[in-house]
Structure formats: structure tokens, C-alpha cells
């Protein structure tokens, strides 16, 4: 049984909207985070429907950037949406003292994020089972631990994306987590099937499962859990009308739309391409945004011809997304113009 601490905290925490989208960071051309170009994102971003965001993530390249840099880009963010968008913090770092560092940079920042994300340690791959399940537990207890001791009381989401990490998050390893910390709120699993991701929902009741995988949205909104896209960040109206299909009980509508989205974006796009490359390839051809496609080493930009597919494939799934009809409207929220940069102290 859980105690009395777990379910006043989950009272007081915000919810988390069913569509999340991870946002890439655009570089000038001088090499550095374009805020500017952030804020068109933002704003583009928010005209679409999308009231949750993860700046600085796997999308954003957090890890080639500086601490500096995050930071920059995570109030850059919360400046452009404003205080009704739900912002994570993703304060990922291999070792425990750098996790808490940037931790207490984002929440004693002017961005206030609602809730911070965080890897498991992404170098060393675990030796057994068995001994990754139980190292990966003792790196989320102690920044946990460290969190608690330093009064930050921000909502914690986990993040297992072991694809890139190596180090898989066994859904009992988050149910324990879960029950022994009133601070943790859920996690946020990356290529991962949607039985899975049910399991994570089993392991720890009243938890948010915010659920990556490209080929799994419907299924995933359908069993009503969240999901959370970088690859569908330049394609976020799609997602929002399918979350409208399934809302609406509209399952041969939401089917299609994630059909079109496998055929003309992950099949015909995304899976053809490194994925960061690709995403910014489709906002350097948007002309309400209309960032650099450049990316940092070790990531290559499309050339010309490629980047060109991708437009031409962003126009084919809007095409096929629009032709879904529609029971109820789409409550959009209204564009605005970006805000002015805030000289940096």
C-alpha cells in the first residue's frame, strides 16, 4: 500500500496533455542555439494544438550541448509557449552529481519547468539482466535521494529510450521507484511496443506512461495512454487529429490517420534517414518556421535532394491526413507572434 505522501502529491501535480511533442534546437549559422528560431517553432508548434514540450532532449541534441546551452534552450522555450504549456526539463547526465546540477539550474530558472526527465546512465551496457536492472535502480534512487535533500519538488519522469542508452528500464525497476518516491510521476518510453508500455502503467497505478514509438500512437491513445513524438514534431497537426479520432470514438478515422502517417512519413521519410537530420530538413522547407537544417557532429545534414523528399513527403500525409473527416473541431490554439528575445544577463 502506498502512503499518504504519494497521493497528496499526485493531487497537486499538473497533468501532462495526451500529445507531447520533443522539439529540435536550431543553430545559426555561426554554430550557435538559434532562440529566435525557437520561438517560431514554439509558436508553430502551439497553432497546431500542441500544448506539451520537451526542449533539449534526444531530438534536441541535448548531448552535444553545453549545460550552458540547455539551459538557454529550456528558457528560450518557456518564453515562446508561455505558462500554459507544459514543459519538461530533461536534466539527463551519466553521473548523479551532474543530474542534480542541471536539475537545480532548470528549476531555480525563469523557465519553472512542470516536471524533469531523465535517462538512465547512457555509457557503460549492463553485464547481465539482472545487474542493469539493479544499477540502474541505484542511480535513479540517488538523484531522487539528491533531489529530496536539495528541496526540489519538481515531478520527476523517468526515461528509458535503451536504443540509444543500452540500458533498458524493466518496468518493475519503475513500480519500486514509483512507490518509494512520491516525486517520480511517470516515464516517458521511448521505442517501445504498447504491451509494454502497459506494463509500465501495471507496475505503477496512477502513474503518466508517455509512450515513443511512430507506429504505435493510435494504439497507444486508444488504451489510453500518452504519447510523446521527436520523429512527428514537423508533422504534429497529424497527431493532434488523430488524438481528436480517438476521442471522438472515430477508430476507422484514427486507424487511417496512423496508417498515412507510417506510409507517407516514417516509411516514405523517417526511416529512410537519421531522424534529427530528417526533422530539421522538414522545418528548414516550413515557411512559418523555417529553420537551418544544421545539425552538430556526429550528425550529418540532408543534402538538397533529400531534404526536398521530405518536403514532398510532409505534403503527401497532409494530403491524405485531410482527407479524414472530422466529427468535432479542432481545438487549435490561436498563433501569436513570437516574442522578443530577452537580452541575456
Not at 519553472?112 to 538512465?120: I, S, V, Y
Amino acid at each position: 500500500m502506498r502512503s499518504s505522501p504519494r497521493r497528496v502529491s499526485n493531487l497537486a501535480r499538473r497533468r501532462v496533455p495526451r500529445v507531447t511533442v520533443a522539439i529540435a534546437t536550431p543553430f545559426t549559422e555561426q554554430g550557435g542555439v538559434d532562440e529566435d528560431g525557437i520561438a517560431r517553432t514554439v509558436v508553430w508548434l502551439q497553432a497546431q494544438g500542441i500544448a506539451s514540450i520537451i526542449p533539449g532532449g534526444t531530438t534536441g541534441e541535448f548531448a552535444a550541448m553545453m549545460a550552458s546551452e540547455r539551459l538557454q534552450v529550456l528558457e528560450a522555450t518557456r518564453r515562446a509557449a508561455g505558462d500554459n504549456c507544459f514543459l519538461f526539463a530533461n536534466v539527463s547526465a551519466c553521473a548523479v552529481g551532474d543530474a542534480l546540477t542541471l536539475a537545480r539550474q532548470a528549476t531555480a530558472s525563469l523557465a519553472k519547468p512542470d516536471a524533469l526527465l531523465l535517462l538512465p546512465p547512457y555509457y557503460h551496457q549492463p553485464f547481465s539482466a539482472g545487474t542493469g536492472a539493479y544499477g540502474c535502480k541505484q542511480f535513479f534512487r540517488s538523484v531522487l535521494q539528491g533531489l529530496g535533500a536539495a528541496a526540489i519538488t519538481t515531478p520527476v519522469y523517468m526515461y528509458t529510450f535503451a536504443v540509444h542508452t543500452q540500458q533498458p528500464i524493466p518496468p518493475a525497476t519503475f513500480g519500486e521507484l514509483f512507490a518509494e518516491f512520491p516525486q517520480l510521476a511517470g516515464i516517458k518510453a521511448s521505442a517501445v511496443g504498447v504491451s509494454q508500455a502497459q506494463a509500465y502503467a501495471a507496475a505503477a497505478p496512477g502513474a503518466t506512461v508517455l509512450v515513443g514509438n511512430g507506429r504505435e500512437n493510435c494504439a497507444s491513445l486508444r488504451a489510453g495512454l500518452n504519447v510523446v513524438s521527436g520523429d512527428c514534431v514537423a508533422v504534429s497537426w497529424a497527431l493532434v487529429k488523430m488524438l481528436r479520432l480517438v476521442e471522438a470514438s472515430d477508430v476507422a478515422g484514427a486507424e487511417a490517420a496512423q496508417q498515412a502517417l507510417v506510409d507517407h512519413w516514417r516509411v516514405a521519410a523517417m526511416d529512410r534517414f537519421d531522424e534529427v537530420p530528417a526533422v530539421k530538413a522538414a522545418f528548414s522547407t516550413n515557411d512559418a518556421v523555417a529553420t537551418l537544417p544544421a545539425v552538430r557532429p556526429p550528425l550529418v545534414a540532408l543534402d538538397a535532394s533529400d531534404t526536398q523528399s521530405i518536403r514532398d513527403a510532409v505534403v503527401r500525409l497532409r494530403q491524405a491526413i485531410d482527407a479524414i473527416p472530422l466529427r468535432i473541431p479542432l481545438r487549435l490554439t490561436p498563433a501569436k507572434p513570437p516574442p522578443h528575445r530577452r537580452p541575456t544577463p
